[in-house]
């Protein structure tokens, strides 16, 4: 099974981790077996990675390991150039990026994960429908609701509603965030069945720093899945 296909696939959960900033830390999650990585290209994020140093150590890592590029209004200008030196092989909107921008990634054939928060209106008109059209591997990431931060928060969110939400958007494979850490991680899988768990806080010892006793924790729990 490809990469791309172990990370895209509802019926077999991986663990993305998140705010990867570190050569170490990113060769050691390829080392435990994780499906992949997240690199957060946001400058306000606490957990930036500078575009020039990520381009040092994630094109060694090709085909090790998914390397997602995560970008919050930025993709336009930061994704290709990355994407074509081959320091990433997927892009993650976690803006307030549109469904054309969206559309334009998934037309040049860009793996593509959009990020939502879950919120009591549900998810954005037309956002699943634009993925169940496209051929290109794409996905959902429900995120908790934090106006302006995008992402990062350790805020847990209604697992009951993102169960709902997995179901609805199937065959689309539907990735839980939010407050993952191992404490609650298990419980997190089985109440939602998503596709995966994406985890950047609870895998930490710092932000940006990751702990890999809780990243072991985690990735035990995806060799007892069925």
């Known amino acids: 099974m490809t990469l791309l296909a172990q990370f895209f696939d ?7 981790v998140c705010g990867i900033t570190s050569e170490d830390d990113a060769t050691r999650l390829v080392r435990h077996g994780v499906a992949a990585l997240g690199v957060n290209f946001w400058p306000r994020s606490k957990r ?24 919050v209004n930025n993709a336009r200008e930061l994704a290709p150039g990355l994407l074509a030196d081959n320091s990433i092989d997927a892009v993650q909107l976690h803006g307030d990026e549109t469904l054309a921008e969206l559309a334009h990634f998934l037309e040049l054939g860009v793996p593509t994960i959009r990020a939502v928060a879950l919120t009591p209106e549900g998810l954005p008109s ?34 009951e509603a993102a169960a709902q939400a997995v179901q609805d958007c199937l065959p689309i494979p539907v990735f839980l965030a939010g ?9 997190a899988l089985e109440v939602t069945r998503p596709a995966g768990l994406d985890v950047a806080s609870g895998s930490e010892s710092a932000p940006g720093v990751k ?7 985690l990735q035990a729990l995806f060799h007892t899945q069925p």
Do not use: M
């Open 211 to 217: 702990d890999f006793g809780k990243v072991s924790e």
């Open 126 to 159: 037309g956002l699943v429908e634009s993925l169940a059209e496209s051929s290109t591997p794409s996905a959902l990431l429900l995120d908790a609701h934090a106006p302006g931060v995008y992402g990062g928060t350790g805020r847990t969110i209604d697992w």
């Open 48 to 71: 930036y990675c500078d575009p020039a140093e990520a381009r040092v150590f994630l094109p060694s890592l090709a085909g090790q390991i998914l390397r997602v590029g995560v970008f």
């Open 179 to 187: 407050g993952i850490k191992p404490e609650n991680a298990r419980r």
């Open 10 to 16: 509802p019926d077999h959960p991986s663990l993305k």
